[in-house]
């Protein structure tokens, strides 16, 4: 009575951990070779098309003879023997993986250092600009200085004329006329004023962008860094 029982326990085994229930599951092939894609699961079967070190591809059903049947990422399915497969990506993928990263952040390392440059060569001639504003400022407010002196003069005088009657008209065309050349200064060192301001706002903003452009980089160099060691332990 026993027997029967455990004979169908051993087959209920044998049905759930059946190689043929395997699926996909991710391989590569080994080594340097280049493996036939039978339509059998026999060396006698036909050749579909060949895998190489390296190819990747999904098992969909497995065989207790060694071999298993795969599908490749072209959509190619077939029979090929286990044994010339390895689950770990070959170091020669990984590698070549890891070299296209570095370049692509070197790429990216290099535009950001010339951002960096561009925005400091920017902030240089704002500067600069900066400077020949000043000096046009400290030149028109003593241009400013002396024609308001001028103008108190020329109301003493006229003062002192009024009180002696002569030369008025004089006086008065002095007067309005360096008046007006005051005002005229006035607006025009307000304008370098607002220019002025809109420099420094400017500057300030290329500043930062300069020192953003420094922190990108070392950031970008950073993890450039961290994933060669990475990659160095992982070889």
């Known amino acids: 009575m026993k027997s029967p029982k455990w004979r169908y326990v051993l087959a209920l085994l044998l049905i759930f951990l059946s190689p043929s229930l395997v699926c996909a599951e991710k391989r590569y092939i080994s080594d340097t070779l280049i493996v036939s894609l039978r339509d059998t699961p026999s060396l006698r079967g036909n050749i579909i098309s060949y895998l190489r070190s390296g190819d990747s591809f999904k ?107 002569q030369g008025v008209e004089e006086i008065f065309g002095e007067r309005d006329s360096l008046k007006a050349q005051v005002q005229d200064l006035d607006q025009e060192v307000e304008m370098l004023k607002v220019e002025n301001t809109e420099l420094l706002q400017t500057d300030r903003i290329l500043w930062f962008l300069a020192g953003f452009g420094v922190f990108l980089v070392g950031w970008i160099m950073g993890k450039l860094s961290r994933k060669s060691r990475r990659s160095g332990l992982s070889l």
């Open 59 to 165: 098992i969909i059903e497995e065989k207790e003879d060694g071999f298993i049947l795969v599908q490749t990422p072209k959509g190619d399915k077939g029979w090929i023997q286990k044994k010339y497969t390895i689950e770990e990506k070959p170091k020669d993928l990984i590698i070549a993986d890891l070299k296209g990263k570095v370049q692509t952040l070197k790429k990216r390392l290099d535009s950001a250092a010339s951002s960096t440059g561009t925005f400091k060569n920017s902030a240089k001639d704002l500067q600069g600009q900066l400077k020949d504003k000043a000096r046009e400022i400290g030149q028109l407010e003593k241009q400013i200085t002396g024609l308001e002196q001028s103008v108190k003069n020329a109301e003493s005088k006229y003062e002192d004329l009024k009180e002696k009657a």
